[in-house]
């Protein structure tokens, strides 16, 4: 082997060390930003969640707002009407 060929040899050998290392690199960033990702993704689905509790609370509130008086209050202080046909929608906020 000639000189010539060694550090062809040897220059191809430490690309190939630093192209593995960014790899490494890269699969732990990658790792942090799926995680990351992971994490508002989670946040979203509480904050469906919370929303369709929210609507079946309201649901239940404007039919026994039906019934009840002080609850119609309440609804219409906050902006809610309450129809006989329909339990409760949400006013102009």
Request: with cysteine; glycine share 10%.
């Amino acid at each position: 082997m000639t000189r010539f060929q060694f550090n062809i040899a040897m220059t191809t050998c430490g690309l190939s060390l630093v192209l593995v290392l960014l790899i490494i690199v890269f699969g732990q960033m990658n790792r942090s930003l799926e995680k990351t990702v992971y994490e508002q993704q989670a946040a979203i689905n509480r904050g469906a969640q919370s929303q369709q509790i929210g609507r079946n609370l309201l649901t239940d509130m404007g039919q026994s707002a039906l019934r009840d008086a002080k609850m119609r209050e309440l609804l219409n202080r906050n902006g809610y009407t309450i129809n006989q046909g329909a339990a409760a929608e949400g006013g102009n906020r």
